[in-house]
């Protein structure tokens, strides 16, 4: 009896496995599970909506998902935390993302199959400007491309530049809860300290970095990050909508770093989110694919 249970059981587990494994196979281009759940995000249809916030920290999401009317947890699979609720009336998603362009990429990918077409970068900065304060926000317009990640997507020359009309949404929430922002540059990094221009380990350091700081300065640009012109260069490729807002939590020029704005920033792609919506809404209404100033007076 116990032969017999035994070879039953081999049997059932190979037959199993090869079934699983030929589908895995199968879908090696695009690695998806059960119900077209995607493979990093563990997220499905239904479970993303259009407008999307992504922090790095997946402790950010529950910040994020607080500020909300509802919202409901989704998954949490690596550095991919997921919510979705509703802000008003208005679907709302959250995705952690990690730190840097790679996990960005994968994370806009699965989310944009998802029907996600809306995303805001949620994150922190080191400003390279003395008159920009710890816990100010900076609203990033477009951003250097120093990251690397998105040149596995198209040649240096592609700009990477956010969405004007979620500019304008983050300019508006910023004055509508009264938060002392910036509007401009950034420069993305592929790390944190060799590429910010930090000595690394054992104080290793490459002589091109000795003016880094003083030139970014000198031609305008606002702050170092690690997201931006990975999530814009990808976003502009597949015709998505994406945008920026860094709390500032250092200063290069002054060396200050005080972990500070987080939840300003939080209020203010929240905010922004609503306004999008009222915006699009408009659109829709008017039937124009771009948002201006004087739509909402159009008859």
Known sequence: MLKIFIAAFIFIFLNFNAKAFAAWQSEAAHPSMDDDMQYHIRCKKGDINKYVLLPGDPARTDIIAKGWDEAKFIAFNREHKTYSGKINSVPVSTCSTGMGGPSNSIAIEELAELGADTFIRVGSCGALNENINCGDLIICTGAMRQDGTADEFIDKSYPAMANYEIIEALIEACERLNLTYHVGISCTTGTFYIGQA??????????????????????????????????????????????????????????????????????????????????????????????????????
């Open 198 to 299: 930090r000595p690394g380990f054992k104080n290793f350091w490459q002589s091109k970095y000795d003016n880094r700081i003083k030139d970014l300065k000198a031609a305008g640009i606002l702050c170092y990050e690690m997201e931006a012109a990975t999530v814009f260069t990808i976003s502009s490729l597949y015709g998505l909508r994406a945008g920026a807002v860094f709390a500032v939590v250092a200063n290069r020029l002054n060396d200050k770093f005080i972990y500070t704005g987080i939840d300003n920033s939080v209020r203010a792609a929240n905010e922004a989110l609503k306004i999008l919506a009222e915006r699009d809404e408009l659109k829709r209404v008017h039937n124009k694919k771009f948002w201006y100033s004087g739509l909402s007076e159009s008859k």
